[in-house]
């Protein structure tokens, strides 16, 4: 049976390391296939035994990098990039299904997993397709180091310009740089869909809690609020509120305990 990789990235104490566990566990729960889950990180305490660790990088260009992403006022982005570099996954073969860790999985992965074969795959930002702009969303990616490495090289080689391009954007950067190659291929929006704006827009979110879409497979938790402040109930402001989740408590924590145990989620 074929095996997927799946990747993510926790650098700082932002989030602990429930979050990708619970991540872990949703996606072996989602994926008809033996997981081979991976965490690039340099705080690797608490995480799951079968969570396998990648060291964090320095790379050798991130100051260059730094100086762009200042000017950009993106100061600490772009760590993602590291995971594409070519050869850092050991004894990988095909592609690389990679997840932000304010995500949870709702639904069957397999159709990701699957789609465009040879394409980078990400979903269309939800701010840059109101505007018409083709810009993917980071949440969620697919790629293949062996097809895509240039996502690594192109940014080693110049640094400082390929960030001023991208306005300091990795997920700009990652999806345009597959775009000009003819690389790249859109998630299906209903498939991976936004908390605020697809569960729980305003003015419905005061009226009724928030709800999930039929077919969602991840819901991702960009802007507020995070994933706990939704669980319990928000008002951050007159337009961010929610009412408490009982569909992400069950999908994120206890579906997660129930596979990996309370010591792990």
């Known amino acids: 049976m074929t095996q997927a990789t799946v990747a993510c990235i926790k650098w700082g ?8 566990n619970r991540l872990y566990s949703g996606v072996r729960r989602h994926l008809a296939m033996p997981v081979r889950f991976l965490c ?25 990098m730094a100086a762009a992403l ?3 006022n993106r100061q600490g982005a772009m760590r993602k990039v590291s995971l594409f570099r070519p050869g850092l996954i050991p004894d990988l073969a095909g592609p690389v299904l990679g997840f932000d860790l304010d995500v949870v999985i709702t639904g069957d992965l397999t159709p990701i997993w699957e789609m465009a074969p040879g394409k980078v795959a990400m979903r269309h930002d939800w701010t840059e397709a109101r505007k018409g702009r083709p810009t993917g969303h980071g949440s969620v990616f697919r790629y293949d180091p062996a097809l895509h ?23 700009r950067y990652t999806s345009h740089k597959a775009m000009d ?9 209903d498939w991976v869909v936004s908390f605020k704006y697809d569960c729980n827009p305003f003015p419905m979110n005061w009226l009724r809690p928030p709800r999930l879409p039929t077919g969602a497979k991840v819901v991702c938790f960009h802007g507020r609020p995070k994933m706990p402040e939704a669980v319990a109930g928000y008002t951050g402001s007159f337009i961010r509120h929610s009412k408490p989740c009982g569909w992400l408590q069950e999908h994120w924590i206890d579906r997660a305990r129930a596979d990996l145990g309370t010591d792990w989620a």
């Open 70 to 72: 200042a000017v950009a």
């Open 40 to 64: 690039m990180t340099e705080h690797a305490e608490g995480l799951h035994p079968d969570i396998e660790v990648l060291p964090l990088p320095v790379e050798p260009f991130a100051e260059p």
């Open 149 to 171: 490495g240039y996502l690594y090289d192109d940014l080693a080689a110049n640094p400082y310009a390929e960030v001023e391009k991208a306005r300091g954007s990795e997920q």
């Open 13 to 20: 104490t932002l989030f602990g390391p429930e979050y990708v």
């Open 181 to 189: 190659r003819g690389d790249f291929a859109y998630i299906p929006g």
